[in-house]
């Protein structure tokens, strides 16, 4: 029991109550003072994944950051869905898949490193919340006019911006992680050459000629295989072990390996979200949208013609 005792309480000395002055507590082994840090301005990523199945793995679980940012594709979901439902044609699905493919690269761009790397520092979400303001800038270039590519140079630019943005997380891990240097050089190669194209393409006083949409879904082509399966990551050893560079030793040659519970969630999660929001759109259309304003329409045809016995 810990009590101060006041002045006129001396006699519950004499009764044997026993009187504890108040301590600080102090860290043990078995109970030590927990740490609560405020969130710093930066610090180094960390590896959050191992080499090979059975390499140790730390516990991730997805961030509320990570949900609020797949939110983002259900808008994604929609405006591209209605390239189908203004005009059905090969041209209108063509389109529409080139779009999908190339939302989801940009989904997996940033999935990518968040399953291998993480870093809780405000330049991270920084770097991350710029992404996530150029795929919202793409959602919003994306509408029903001339196939979904309506907007052409601000969608090409806002995918710039999605790839540029995570530049910097890459050079971070290449700079403070050396066994996942190459993973580092690779990925930040791949999104500085992707962002380039996309930035110099959308720049290009090209777009009221009539072969514009060959020229877009060509751009989008060349940064879908700059993206894909981390093609310059595997280009970039081939060459290196070729020249026989003497910096790549061990393990810092080896592309580090997703986090494989934290990637299988992702992808469910980003499932999930988009078949819900697929109910939704179907729940949608089986509710007649005029149906509230159907005795105003017959009131409105009746003023025009006059009753039926007059009209008769």
Wanted: net charge negative; with cysteine; proline share 5%.
């Amino acid at each position: 029991i810990s009590c101060k005792m006041s002045e006129g309480a001396s006699s519950d000395a004499d009764n044997g109550l026993q009187i504890v002055e108040p301590h600080e507590h102090k860290a043990t082994a078995d109970h030590p003072v927990p740490d609560f840090e405020p969130r710093r301005v930066w610090e180094p990523p960390r590896l959050m994944t191992g080499y090979g199945w059975e390499a140790q793995e730390q516990a991730r679980s997805v961030s509320w950051l990570e949900l609020f940012y797949d939110l983002l594709y259900v808008a994604a979901a929609i405006n591209t869905g209605h390239i189908l439902k203004h005009e059905l044609d090969a041209s209108s699905v063509g389109s529409f898949i080139v779009l999908c493919v190339t939302l989801w690269t940009t989904w997996a761009t940033y999935t990518n490193y968040y399953s291998r790397f993480t870093g809780d520092s405000c330049v991270h979400e920084l770097f991350f919340l710029l992404h996530a303001l150029g795929v919202l800038g793409m959602v919003c270039s994306i509408t029903a006019e001339d196939h979904g590519m309506g907007l052409r140079p601000q969608f090409l630019c806002c995918l710039a911006v999605s790839r540029l943005s995570l530049i910097v997380p890459y050079v971070m891990v290449l700079l403070f992680i050396p066994e996942a240097w190459l993973t580092g050089f690779g990925h930040a190669m791949g999104l500085a050459v992707s962002g380039l194209v996309c930035l110099m393409a959308g720049l290009l006083p090209r777009w009221e000629e009539p072969v514009t949409e060959g020229w877009f879904v060509g751009v989008l082509v060349v940064v879908m295989l700059l993206d894909s399966w981390e093609l310059c990551a595997y280009i970039t050893i081939h060459y290196l072990r070729k020249w026989k560079v003497e910096g790549l030793k061990g393990r810092a040659n080896r592309i580090i390996p997703f986090h494989i519970e934290h990637y299988n969630e992702r992808n469910g999660l980003l499932v999930m979200i988009l078949l819900g929001e697929t109910i939704v759109s179907l729940a949608t259309l089986a509710i007649p949208v005029d149906s509230g304003d159907s005795g105003a329409a017959h009131r409105r045809l009746a003023a025009t013609t006059g009753p039926p016995s007059a009209t008769a």
